[in-house]
């Protein structure tokens, strides 16, 4: 019940514009690096430092116009040049719907198709986020025509899908490279496995899969019992480790991700900034009790 409230406030629309009015509130601070490109770069500069790599989100969930699409699409745009004058260990990850792609397949995809080649300009790497599953066949169809043009361009799969073990082999004539995570979203039983022990075998099934097709793994969990399972198929099968990396969000897991940056790991952080926070905000809250706790204690102090 808890994680469905958190879920429901996260979609709300009011919600999200106090929280845009008030501005970062409540601990969020934790889990958002900041509301500016100049704050996102300095959290990306203190991750480098201690050897992990970051991938930089510009929230944003409730594109209505192709002017908020545009200027979206302009931040990303923003952002890649701040990495890049940075010299900062960062690519850039977003949502097709903060793109558009709700509005109008062919301008998201145009939007899409400028940031790619912004990227591709400074040797940089754009991932799409996956969203809901009312938006999973349409990211993928993309990201299939996409990839005929672009290799600095990777896709989401998520492990609570029925699908998507499916959608892995399809995608294996791209040489896709895929991260893969659990999912977040609050799925029907219809579309999505119900029992947290189905996911997990999924996702063992997932990671196993890609690992062993030779295309690039980015293992997206805080999970230990999965990161000891992805480099026990490494060692049993002798593959190289630049085979993969272990991605983690900003202000989650930071002991695990600095011992396996000590073992040699490459660690890349999911650093979201932006004033549109509240959304991704209730996820967190949404997944796990302990992140509820420190958000009260920040409110009683």
């Known amino acids: 019940m808890m994680r469905s409230g958190f879920q ?21 601070s934790r889990f958002v690096a900041g509301e500016t490109i100049r704050q996102a770069i300095e959290a990306v500069r203190k991750l480098n430092a201690t050897g992990r790599a970051a991938t930089l989100d510009h929230l944003g969930e409730f594109v209505s116009s192709a002017e908020e699409a545009d200027e979206s699409a302009a931040m990303c745009l923003r952002t890649l040049d701040a990495i890049a004058e940075a010299n900062a260990d960062c690519n850039l990850s977003l949502k097709l719907t903060s793109l558009g792609l709700d509005l109008d397949r062919g301008l998201c995809l145009a939007r899409l198709r400028s940031i790619l080649d912004r990227a591709r300009q400074y040797g940089n790497f754009v991932r799409i986020d996956m969203e809901d599953y009312s938006h999973c066949q349409a990211t993928l169809e993309l990201y299939r025509e996409l990839r005929g043009t672009y290799d600095n361009v990777g896709v989401v799969i998520q492990a609570y899908l029925y699908r998507s073990e499916r ?60 990161v000891s399972y992805a480099l026990n198929v490494l060692r049993e099968h002798g593959l190289p480790r630049e085979r993969m990396e272990f991605q983690m969000l900003y202000g989650i897991a930071e002991e695990l991700q600095n011992r396996l940056v000590r073992e040699g790991f490459k660690v890349r952080v999911y650093v979201p900034f932006g004033r549109d926070w509240f959304g991704y905000f209730a996820r967190r809250l949404a997944e796990r009790p302990a992140n509820v706790r420190f958000v009260l204690r920040n409110l009683f102090q």
Do not use: C, W
């Open 8 to 28: 429901r406030l996260g979609r709300s629309r009011a919600a999200n514009r106090l929280a845009r009015k008030y501005g970062l509130r409540f601990g969020a």
């Open 167 to 226: 959608d892995v082999d399809k995608l294996r004539e791209l040489k896709p490279n895929l991260r893969l995570v659990k999912g977040a979203y609050k799925e029907s039983p219809l579309v999505a496995y119900p029992d947290k022990r189905d996911v997990d075998a999924n996702y063992r099934k997932l990671i196993r899969m890609q690992l062993l097709s030779g295309d690039y793994a980015a293992i997206a969990t805080h999970d230990e019992s999965m």
